[in-house]
Structure formats: structure tokens, C-alpha cells
């Protein structure tokens, strides 16, 4: 269960929402500058709120009202951004390992394959992330974000750069692996299709407000209606 | 004159313990002033950029006054050591890292702040720790601003007079460095002896300067 309370400025852009979340799959949608990156920043701990509390399976992870916020690498969240940011001076496999400071020789080599099946991307370790495609720079970042084994997985357009069938091969073998692992997913797209496809939960965000949270279908068929008569008043 | 070798080995020895030094202080405060929020970080900044705004004279005078038995500081430093700090070797060590500090801190900042935020982000969500970031992200990514800090820290201190003069002197063997025998040849018309010495002063910022450009230029080569 994933809960938060947010307020939140960036410049003039003010971002307020509260909700919680107990699907293990969500997809938070809206236009470009709705606050879904915000979203995202807040949740893994890189941007802080103004005012708020978010919390993950009952453990707070910021808190305002008692100054506690804990650092993005204490919080057993995973972000992947729709740029991968792969580590330029490192190898795909040294990538994947970075979050595994704590483990043995074996076991990290071990975790390293497992991620890069997960991903796709058995064949790149070797390679240099400047050798990679686009495409296969996101499976890599995808194998990376997972590989510290994080209880919340939050994916902003992670796969924008694959075409469609390889995106839903592996959104749905991902989906498979989260589920199986018991992390939740909060995924932010523009892209209807993603949310649909995907047969989420969706979270709907319009200039940084919460408009509707519920069923893909559901939320989606409103907001198409909206859209409809908007559109409709503007032919008038 | 003979060359003084005993002078070019103690630059020599001056300048690699300064750099040091320099270096161990230089890479977290770079690394704070580039990553940090607190709105200190400005008077930080400023504060390790004024010895290259501060006449070296100036600056010589202070700590002389400063380390010198008037001082509380002075007196506590010479009943710690056994021995005051000017007019010693560890006077001008200490004079020289506060004197190269921003040949050293400013290069590194610039370096540390063009390494791409999303990359320290994904650090940080990595479970990198401030430590870790710095030794495995940023210093990597930032190897020839790095480079630079040590050429610029070794060379400032190498070529140093106005501080050095203030707060060591003259000794021999102890704090006569090249500056300050190619000052005493002048002083004395032995500009046969001064030639040399200037030249091996102008040699060695020549071979720096050039091992920093060839190293950008293998990078500007890798990229094309």
C-alpha cells in the first residue's frame, strides 16, 4: 500500500495531491506538465515537498510534520526515468551490480544475470553504454533499478524508445516478475495505450491535481467524455 | 652559481605534500559545493576563493601574524608541535594549501558540476552514499578537471613567492625553495644562474600545461 500527501513548488508550477494506492499495478496518467515526473521525483526521495508524508506498506518514508525524509537510497524505491542514465565509465554488468554493494563476489554476478534475462539484455553486459541502442540502454536501466531487489518500482515512460510489440513483451513479463516479487509499480506515461494495455489502476493528473483514480477503463472513458465535450464547446 | 639542487628538492617536496593535501581537502568540498543545498555554500565558495583574489604578500602576513607567538592560535600550534610554524617547513606546507586552495577547488567544481544530475540521481537511488558518489561517479566522470586540480595545485605551489617569503624566510634546506633562489641570484646580478633556474621553473609549467592539453585532446580525438 502506497500512501502520500503532497504539496510541492517548482517555481510557479504548484503540485498538490493525496492519495492511496493499493493496486500493485498503477499507471498515473496526464498531458506533458500535469506533475507526473513531480509525482515521481517526491515518491523516490530526490525532490522534497513542501508539505507532506508518503508512505510504503506502513514504513514513512518522508514526513514533514516530523522533519524525517530518508535519502532515495534508503527507501527501497527504484525509479527508472525515460532517460536511462547509465553510468558512462561503467560496463552494462557493472551498471547492473552498482546497487549491489553488499553482496558477495557470487551472489551479485548471479543477481546481475538474472536482471539482464529479466530485462532482455543477457547478450549487452559486456558492452559499454555508449554501444547501445536506445532501446536497450532502458531494458539496461530497467535491470539496474531492480537489481537491489526495491518493494516500490516507479517507471517514468521507461520504454519509450522500444517499439511496441518489444514493450509489451516486456512490460508483461515485468509485470509477471513484479507481481511474483511482491513490489508494487507506479508507471507514468502521456500514452493511452500504455494505460490501458497495461489493464491498470490509473491515477489522473491535471496541472498538479488529482482528477480521478480508479480502473484503466473507468477513468479513462471519463476523461475521453471530458475531452469530448470540451472539444464539442470549442467547435460551437 | 651552481644549480641549487637542495632548493629544487625541497619545491620539489613543498609542492607534492601541498598537492596532496590539497587534493584530500578539495575533492568533498568541491563535491559539497557542487551537491550541497545549505545557503552557506555561497560564503563557502567565496571563502575558498579568496586566496587567488588576496595579494600572495598579504596573505604571507596574515599567517604569519596569525601562527606567530602574539596569537592564541600561534602559541597552542608551538606548544602542540615543540616549535612555531613560521620559518618552518610545515609553516609553508600550511601556507601553500591555503594559498593553492582555489587552484585546486575550482577546477574540480567546474568538473563535478558538469557530470549529468540524472547520473548522480541514479547514484543516490543506487543506495550511493556521499562517499561512494564522489569516489565512483563524480571523480571517474570528472578525471581531467581532476588532472588539472594537480597540475595547477603542484605548479602554484612550485612557482609561490610572496607567501612563501613572509612566512618562512630564508633557510636553507628548510624553506629557501627555486622562488626564492632565482630572487637572490637577481639580487646578486647572477643572471647566468638565474637563466638556468627560471628556465627550469618555465620547463615544468611547460610539460604540466602540455600533459593537461594532450589529455584533452585524446578526449576531443575519442569523440570525433
Not at chain 1, 145 to 169: T, Y
Not at chain 2, 6 to 15: I, P, Y
Not at chain 2, 24 to 50: D, F, N, Q
Request: proline residues 5%.
Amino acid at each position: 500500500m502506497l500512501e502520500f500527501s503532497l504539496d510541492a513548488r517548482r517555481g510557479s508550477f504548484h503540485f498538490q495531491v493525496e492519495c492511496a494506492i493499493a493496486s500493485d499495478w498503477t499507471v498515473v496518467f496526464g498531458p506533458s506538465g500535469s506533475g507526473k515526473s513531480t509525482l515521481l521525483r517526491l515518491l523516490a526521495g530526490l525532490d522534497l515537498p513542501v508539505r507532506g508524508r508518503i508512505a510504503l506498506n506502513t514504513r514513512t518514508l518522508t514526513d514533514t510534520a516530523i522533519g524525517l525524509h530518508l535519502a532515495p537510497g534508503r527507501r527501497s524505491t527504484a525509479l527508472v526515468a525515460q532517460q536511462p542514465a547509465l553510468f558512462p565509465h561503467l560496463s552494462v554488468a557493472a551498471n547492473v551490480a552498482y546497487g549491489l554493494h553488499g553482496l558477495d563476489h557470487a551472489s551479485r554476478a548471479a543477481r546481475v544475470e538474472e536482471m539482464l534475462a529479466l530485462a532482455g539484455a543477457t547478450d549487452l553486459a559486456g558492452r559499454r553504454p555508449q554501444e547501445l541502442s536506445g532501446g536497450e540502454a532502458q531494458r539496461v536501466a530497467l535491470a539496474r533499478a531492480l537489481a537491489p531487489a526495491p518493494r516500490l518500482l516507479l517507471l517514468d515512460e521507461p520504454f519509450s524508445a522500444l517499439d511496441g510489440v518489444a514493450s509489451d513483451a516486456l512490460l508483461e513479463r515485468l509485470q509477471l516478475w513484479l507481481r511474483k516479487n511482491e513490489v508494487q509499480a507506479v508507471m507514468a506515461t502521456h500514452d493511452v495505450t500504455d494505460a490501458l494495455a497495461t489493464s491498470a489502476e490509473v491515477l489522473l493528473l491535471r496541472e498538479g491535481r488529482m482528477t480521478a483514480l480508479g480502473p484503466a477503463a473507468q477513468v479513462l472513458a471519463a476523461e475521453r467524455e471530458r475531452l469530448m465535450v470540451r472539444l464539442q464547446s470549442r467547435c460551437d | 652559481m651552481e644549480m641549487d639542487w637542495q632548493a629544487f628538492a625541497l619545491s620539489l617536496r613543498l609542492a607534492t605534500v601541498t598537492t596532496a593535501i590539497l587534493l584530500a581537502i578539495a575533492v568533498p568540498l568541491a563535491a559539497l559545493l557542487v551537491l550541497g543545498r545549505s545557503r552557506w555554500l555561497a560564503a563557502l565558495e567565496a571563502l575558498a576563493t579568496l586566496p587567488m583574489v588576496l595579494p600572495p604578500t598579504v596573505l604571507g602576513f596574515f599567517l604569519l601574524v596569525l601562527l606567530g607567538p602574539r596569537t592564541a592560535v600561534g602559541r597552542g600550534i608551538t606548544a602542540l608541535l615543540g616549535h612555531p610554524l613560521a620559518f618552518s617547513f610545515s609553516g609553508l606546507v600550511v601556507g601553500s594549501v591555503i594559498y593553492s586552495l582555489p587552484f585546486a577547488v575550482q577546477p574540480l567544481v567546474a568538473g563535478f558540476a558538469s557530470v549529468d544530475t540524472a547520473l548522480v540521481d541514479a547514484a543516490r537511488l543506487l543506495g550511493a552514499g556521499p562517499v561512494r558518489l564522489v569516489t565512483s561517479i563524480l571523480v571517474p566522470l570528472a578525471r581531467r578537471s581532476l588532472l588539472a586540480a594537480i597540475v595547477l595545485s603542484f605548479l602554484h605551489t612550485i612557482g609561490e613567492f610572496g607567501v612563501v617569503l613572509m612566512l618562512g624566510g630564508d633557510i636553507p634546506g628548510s624553506t629557501r625553495t627555486l622562488s626564492i633562489v632565482l630572487y637572490n641570484q637577481v639580487e646578486n646580478f647572477d643572471y647566468a644562474a638565474a637563466n638556468r633556474t627560471a628556465a627550469i621553473l618555465l620547463g615544468m609549467s611547460v610539460v604540466a600545461l602540455a600533459l593537461i592539453y594532450s589529455k584533452t585532446q585524446e578526449r576531443g580525438a575519442r569523440r570525433a
